[in-house]
């Protein structure tokens, strides 16, 4: 072989060679800018399983324990503190003496009635025996007349006309006298009454001298002393004394400001959480009663909670954080929160689907609390909705599902 040809053939497989190097390069270039979608790697998203549970909507505030009812207890008569059986901070119960006055005045009073019933019991007796008086003389009379005017319709002429016309008279005036002392017994009987309901009054006021608790409960304050002068409660002077303040405490009213905002949605046996921490005591309660109106100053209204206190464990002035319950969906599909997109008062999530792949559904949503929404249409149990940023993901894009839980402890 010549040296020509032996060079031709050294060329040759020169380019051979680098045409199968720049096709490996090619290729490798090809693949390392994504030209094969197939063996791209797909981007990872977060994403949350559709779960059903029990949502709540709730209030937190903090309230303040009144006492159940509480009154200043003062004197319906004008007197002198006698004598206190009470002191600060005694349990009493209801009709327990407290203090007793003096009134001499109104002993008086009373020896005063009794001597003026007793009187007019001695006007009716006295009444009454002219009325036997009198019934007598009318029957006498009576009888004289119905004889004379028997003896004239027999014989008209045996009997004078002017004495049968005096009998008939006497008759009358008889039966006057009757009707009389009828009428003086009645008025007698009638001032007898009076002078018992005056008589009753007295006695009555007198009572009032024994100062009665009205309710159970705790003396909370002391106003009066031994001596002192006590003006009657039901004057209309500003210097109307209380001898005592009755609190019942053994069941406290746990008094919310609930905000104009969630007012529509309070109701009576609503669901409330109580945390007293002063005493770390912790309980249930329920919504008793409300205002029903929304202060003006304040823009709340008031919410009260009856709570039963037999130890006396929580005083009045205390506070409270009360958790109030607005609203209840129980056994709910539920989303976290920002897997959520409103939008023109329409909501949607993004959803991965068995092909790993994102689709966009339009839902309808509940209730929602500070980490969960409850969902009513569009999605079912087990679905994943992607959560988080969802700007950089659009509907058929093919993604890597990683399932997270916000909001709730890994």
Same mark, same amino acid.
């Given at each position: 072989?010549?040296?020509?040809?032996?060079?031709?053939?050294?060329?040759? $497989?020169?380019?051979?060679?680098?045409?199968?190097?720049?096709?490996?390069?090619?290729?490798?270039?090809?693949?390392?800018?994504?030209? #094969?979608?197939?063996?791209?790697?797909?981007?990872?998203? !977060?994403?949350?399983?559709?779960?059903?549970?029990?949502?709540?909507?709730?209030?937190?505030?903090?309230?303040?324990?009144?006492?159940?009812?509480?009154?200043?207890?003062?004197?319906?008569?004008?007197?002198?503190?006698?004598?206190?059986?009470?002191?600060?901070?005694?349990? +009493?119960?209801?009709?327990?003496?407290?203090?007793?006055?003096?009134?001499?005045?109104?002993?008086?009073?009373?020896?005063?009635?009794?001597?003026?019933?007793?009187?007019?019991?001695?006007?009716?007796?006295?009444?009454?025996?002219?009325?036997?008086?009198?019934?007598?003389?009318?029957?006498?009379?009576?009888?004289?007349?119905?004889?004379?005017?028997? +003896?004239?319709?027999?014989?008209?002429?045996?009997?004078?006309?002017?004495?049968?016309?005096?009998? /008939?008279?006497?008759?009358?005036?008889?039966?006057?006298?009757? #009707?009389?002392?009828? !009428?003086?017994?009645?008025? !007698?009987?009638?001032?007898?009454?009076?002078?018992?309901?005056?008589?009753?009054?007295?006695?009555?006021?007198?009572?009032?001298?024994?100062?009665?608790?009205?309710?159970?409960?705790?003396?909370?304050?002391?106003?009066?002393?031994?001596?002192?002068?006590?003006?009657?409660?039901?004057?209309?002077?500003?210097?109307?004394?209380?001898?005592?303040? $009755?609190?019942?405490?053994?069941? $406290?009213?746990?008094?919310?400001?609930?905000?104009?905002?969630?007012?529509? /949605?309070?109701?009576?046996?609503?669901?409330?959480?109580?945390?007293?921490?002063?005493?770390?005591?912790?309980?249930?309660?329920?919504?008793?009663?409300?205002? =029903?109106?929304? =202060?003006?100053?304040?823009?709340?209204?008031?919410?009260?909670? =009856?709570?039963?206190?037999?130890?006396?464990?929580?005083?009045?002035?205390?506070?409270?954080?009360?958790?109030?319950?607005?609203?209840?969906?129980?056994?709910?599909?539920?989303?976290?929160?920002?897997?959520?997109?409103?939008? #023109?008062?329409?909501?949607?999530?993004?959803?991965? #689907?068995?092909?790993?792949?994102?689709?966009?559904?339009?839902?309808?949503?509940?209730?929602?609390?500070?980490?969960?929404?409850?969902?009513?249409?569009?999605?079912?149990?087990? =679905?994943?909705?992607?959560?988080?940023?969802?700007?950089?993901?659009?509907?058929?894009?093919? +993604?890597?599902?990683?399932?997270?839980?916000?909001?709730?402890?890994?």
């Amino acid at each position: 072989m010549d040296r020509g040809t032996v060079l031709i053939k050294q060329f040759s $497989l020169l380019g051979l060679m680098c045409l199968i190097a720049a096709s490996v390069s090619c290729s490798r270039s090809g693949k390392a800018n994504g030209a #094969d979608p197939a063996e791209a790697k797909a981007t990872s998203v !977060a994403v949350a399983k559709v779960e059903r549970e029990d949502l709540s909507r709730e209030q937190t505030m903090m309230a303040e324990f009144r006492p159940y009812q509480e009154i200043d207890v003062h004197s319906k008569v004008a007197g002198y503190v006698k004598k206190m059986f009470v002191d600060v901070g005694d349990q +009493v119960k209801v009709g327990q003496l407290l203090a007793t006055l003096e009134i001499p005045e109104l002993k008086a009073d009373v020896d005063q009635a009794a001597a003026a019933e007793s009187r007019s019991e001695e006007e009716i007796k006295r009444a009454e025996s002219e009325l036997r008086r009198a019934e007598a003389a009318h029957e006498e009379a009576h009888i004289t007349y119905t004889r004379m005017a028997s +003896v004239v319709k027999l014989k008209p002429r045996l009997i004078a006309q002017e004495e049968v016309d005096q009998a /008939m008279a006497r008759d009358r005036v008889a039966e006057a006298q009757v #009707d009389t002392s009828k !009428a003086a017994i009645a008025v !007698a009987r009638q001032r007898l009454l009076e002078q018992k309901a005056a008589g009753e009054r007295v006695k009555t006021l007198l009572a009032y001298s024994l100062i009665e608790a009205p309710f159970s409960g705790v003396i909370t304050k002391r106003f009066a002393d031994v001596g002192a002068m006590i003006p009657a409660g039901t004057s209309t002077s500003t210097q109307a004394m209380p001898l005592v303040r $009755l609190s019942q405490n053994d069941r $406290l009213r746990l008094v919310l400001s609930v905000p104009e905002s969630v007012v529509s /949605m309070v109701r009576v046996g609503s669901t409330v959480d109580v945390k007293v921490q002063s005493v770390d005591h912790s309980f249930k309660g329920t919504v008793w009663r409300f205002t =029903d109106k929304v =202060d003006t100053a304040t823009r709340t209204m008031e919410v009260e909670i =009856d709570v039963p206190n037999r130890g006396l464990a929580l005083k009045p002035g205390m506070y409270a954080s009360a958790v109030l319950t607005l609203d209840r969906a129980p056994s709910v599909l539920t989303v976290p929160l920002q897997s959520v997109t409103v939008s #023109d008062n329409k909501a949607s999530v993004l959803v991965v #689907d068995d092909q790993k792949t994102i689709q966009e559904r339009q839902v309808t949503a509940g209730i929602e609390t500070a980490t969960r929404i409850a969902i009513l249409t569009g999605l079912q149990e087990g =679905d994943l909705v992607v959560v988080g940023s969802k700007s950089q993901f659009k509907p058929g894009q093919r +993604v890597e599902p990683k399932i997270v839980e916000p909001g709730r402890p890994e």
